[in-house]
């Protein structure tokens, strides 16, 4: 029997083209996700099986350059020249072609067969944009295959193009060719440079254009090059970008006939692109949405998790665990000693409720929301708008992306961060994640605690939250060094989300928390047990007792919460459920849990991805303006 052949298919392109949504289109459900090694960004890889052949599709990182100026364009590039796949597939904006040429042509210059596939074509039709295929094939000598995402046209060709070329044996692909002068320096260096390529010989002429280009990564293959030709290169650099820029004018003036109307900018556009009011704009639409959702959930959740949780699961879990376990401890691990779900910490009760009943639905239709929202086009949008407000803080508008992120869980938002431009980006934006940006699970203890009083107390909490991450961030701004970085993003067209891929994101979002998340959330409620039954808890708590009651006017049990805090905000959040305490006592409780100190995951993270010195640096301010803020709302609320 013979066996079946893997052929890979690397997906390229710039961020916001639908190069996710054709990926899920090509493969299905059925995708790994996994950390490119050494590093914390994620690389999707799906399947897909046509008669003797299987499909390996990579989806990697958006590039706008083989030439990367960030992590994320640094792992794009990484991915093909370790795969060496057998097909690279470029996805471009049917809408503005001009843009994405000029990464057309620097992925020629790899010598891997090149697909070219125009997305959006149906946004293009609808603004008058015609392009002339065969001609745009004939220029660049590669295929070119036109998509839309969202009504699924062009996706069944693009894969019946792929095995056409795996059939015909196809193994490289022809280069843009320059002036002669450029061409004999690229040459030169190839020549200098080969031997001491190794695995990666098959790019010598793409590793040639890089090193003359600036590229830092081939630097050290300096060494072997003759100083008059390293003389010639910041000319020869000039001219290859120039010779490009050119060569792609004159394609597009062939191939492509403009847009016959002015497309009309929406008000929603113009308002959001206003300096100020565009920035507020973008902001209040973004949160209004979100967290508007979260408060009808809330409303949900005073009912059927409630209705379904008492009703039907923690009776019949406890007279089975009771029924089943006589070991004391056991059952206290599993079920607790006392009753209710704040105050029986048992993995199968607390647990169980945390996760299944309250946390999960949520997150799955804010997935839902947020990837509406991507498709739409209104996110990139939120980061233009924000970026002039963002230059306050010390930060470019794209850091916005990683910090709503982190609204669903700050460890993704923190990972997230990797993908920013610079060092202060990423560190800016994980101290405010930290900080101030309660995760999805403690939005949903605090919505269901905070509700119960009225909607001014969760108003007057998120009001706090602001006030302290623009304080607090202002700071950090100056104590963190650090150039801001020019904006780089392109703008989508404004288009309907296509609700199946959606679901499939929402769904490959979920199964992640599945893995990764839920198992915290356990051993958070299993370490607060434990805390509790052993009276570890109440030990450290008391130290802590004439602190919290004297500053704070808090009950000096409140002091255990704070400690559980530590390893799980949520379930610290929840606890304060089986205390008597007034609206404000509340509010004053829950500032300063979300305020005074990272959850251990997400300290950890940041620690690893930044040091002990910043770390140290984000404690200080946390404990320093926790107290202050909780001393500030204790005079203010408790009189």
């Given at each position: ?6 052929i890979?298919?690397?997906?390229f ?6 190069k996710?949504?054709?990926?899920t289109?090509?493969t299905?459900?059925f995708?790994?996700?996994s950390?490119?090694p050494g590093t ?9 099986v ?6 390996i599709?990579?989806?990697?990182p958006?590039?706008f ?6 992590t994320a364009?640094?792992?794009?590039r990484?991915v ?6 057998d097909?690279i ?29 125009l997305?959006?074509?149906d946004?293009?039709?609808?603004l008058?944009?015609e ?13 070119v295959i ?11 060709e ?8 795996i ?10 060719r ?5 061409e004999?320096t690229?040459e030169?260096?190839q020549h200098s440079?080969?031997d001491h390529?190794?695995n ?5 002429r ?11 990564e081939?630097?050290?293959?300096n060494?072997?090059l003759?100083e008059k030709i ?11 970008m120039?010779?490009r820029i050119r060569?792609?004018?004159?394609v597009c003036k062939?191939?492509v ?15 959001m692109?206003k ?6 704009f973008a902001?209040?639409?973004t949160?209004?949405?979100i967290w508007?959702l979260?408060a009808?959930i809330?409303?949900m959740?005073?009912?059927?998790p409630?209705?379904l949780?008492?009703n039907?699961y923690d009776?019949?879990?406890r007279?089975?665990?009771n029924s089943v376990?006589?070991d ?9 000693e ?5 105050s029986?910490?048992?993995i199968?009760?607390t647990?169980?409720f945390?996760?299944?009943?309250m946390i999960?639905p949520?997150?799955?239709?804010i ?11 209104f996110i ?7 970026h ?9 508008g794209d ?8 609204t669903?869980?700050?460890?993704v ?7 920013l431009r ?8 994980s ?12 939005q ?5 605690l905070l ?16 006030i302290?991450i623009?304080?607090v961030?202002?700071l ?8 801001i970085?020019?904006?780089l ?8 989300p296509k609700m ?7 769904i490959a979002?979920?199964k ?5 998340g839920?198992p ?17 808890a109440?030990?450290?708590a008391?130290f802590?007792?004439?602190?919290i009651?004297?500053?704070f006017g808090l009950?000096?049990?409140i002091?255990?919460a704070?400690?559980?805090?530590i390893?799980?905000?949520d379930?610290?959040v929840g606890i ?9 006592q ?21 620690l690893?991805?930044?040091g ?13 303006f926790?107290?202050i ?7 203010i609320?408790i009189?």
């Amino acid at each position: 029997m013979n066996s079946m052949r893997e052929i890979k298919v690397v997906l390229f392109g710039h961020p916001n083209v639908g190069k996710s949504s054709i990926f899920t289109s090509m493969t299905g459900l059925f995708v790994e996700v996994s950390n490119y090694p050494g590093t914390t960004v994620e690389i999707y890889k799906g399947y897909t099986v046509r008669g003797d052949t299987r499909y390996i599709i990579i989806d990697v990182p958006g590039a706008f350059s083989t030439v990367p100026s960030t992590t994320a364009e640094d792992i794009a590039r990484k991915v093909i020249l370790e795969e060496q796949p057998d097909i690279i597939v470029h996805i471009a904006d049917a809408t503005s072609i001009r843009r994405h040429l000029y990464l057309t042509i620097e992925l020629l210059d790899l010598g891997i067969p090149l697909i070219l596939v125009l997305n959006q074509i149906d946004r293009a039709r609808e603004l008058g944009i015609e392009i002339d295929r065969e001609k745009l094939e004939n220029e660049l000598n590669i295929p070119v295959i036109l998509t839309s995402a969202i009504t699924g046209e062009g996706i069944e060709e693009l894969m019946e193009k792929i095995s056409e070329i795996i059939k015909a044996k196809k193994t490289t692909a022809a280069s843009i060719r320059l002036s002669r002068g450029v061409e004999s320096t690229i040459e030169e260096v190839q020549h200098s440079i080969e031997d001491h390529l190794n695995n990666y010989k098959r790019f010598s002429r793409a590793i040639a254009s890089w090193i003359i280009l600036g590229d830092r990564e081939y630097q050290y293959l300096n060494r072997y090059l003759p100083e008059k030709i390293k003389n010639k290169f910041v000319e020869v650099a000039r001219i290859i970008m120039l010779e490009r820029i050119r060569y792609i004018d004159k394609v597009c003036k062939m191939c492509v006939k403009p847009q016959q109307m002015r497309m009309k900018l929406r008000k929603t556009e113009y308002i959001m692109m206003k300096p100020l009011y565009g920035t507020l704009f973008a902001i209040s639409i973004t949160f209004l949405i979100i967290w508007g959702l979260l408060a009808i959930i809330h409303e949900m959740g005073h009912r059927i998790p409630f209705i379904l949780y008492h009703n039907y699961y923690d009776p019949y879990i406890r007279a089975f665990i009771n029924s089943v376990i006589e070991d004391k401890l056991i059952r206290n691990i599993l079920i607790g000693e006392n009753p209710g779900i704040y105050s029986s910490l048992g993995i199968l009760t607390t647990g169980v409720f945390f996760v299944f009943f309250m946390i999960l639905p949520s997150m799955f239709v804010i997935y839902i929301i947020i990837g509406i929202l991507e498709d739409l086009g209104f996110i990139p949008r939120v980061v233009v708008s924000c970026h002039n407000c963002m230059r306050h803080f010390g930060m470019s508008g794209d850091a916005v992306i990683p910090i709503i992120a982190g609204t669903g869980c700050s460890i993704v938002g923190i990972l997230s961060s990797r993908t920013l431009r610079s060092e202060k980006d990423r560190v800016l934006s994980s101290f405010i994640q930290v900080f101030g940006v309660p995760c999805i699970a403690q939005q949903i203890m605090i919505w269901a605690l905070l509700g119960r009083y009225g909607i001014f107390y969760v108003l007057m909490l998120y009001l706090i939250l602001v006030i302290s991450i623009s304080f607090v961030g202002l700071l950090a701004s100056r104590l963190i060094t650090g150039d801001i970085t020019f904006l780089l993003m392109e703008l989508p067209a404004w288009r309907k989300p296509k609700m199946s891929n959606i679901f499939k994101k929402a769904i490959a979002r979920v199964k992640s928390f599945l893995i990764h998340g839920v198992p915290l959330v356990f051993l958070g409620v299993l370490a607060v047990n434990i805390m509790y039954y052993t009276g570890i808890a109440l030990i450290v708590a008391k130290f802590f007792e004439p602190i919290i009651s004297g500053m704070f006017g808090l009950p000096s049990e409140i002091a255990l919460a704070l400690i559980i805090g530590i390893l799980r905000k949520d379930v610290a959040v929840g606890i304060l459920g089986g205390y008597s305490l007034t609206a404000s006592q509340t509010l004053i409780a829950v500032s300063l849990i979300t305020l005074y100190f990272p959850c251990i995951g997400s300290l950890l993270i940041f620690l690893s991805e930044f040091g002990a010195k910043r770390t140290v640096l984000i404690i200080f301010l946390m404990l320093g303006f926790s107290a202050i803020i909780g001393l500030l709302l204790r005079i203010i609320l408790i009189h």
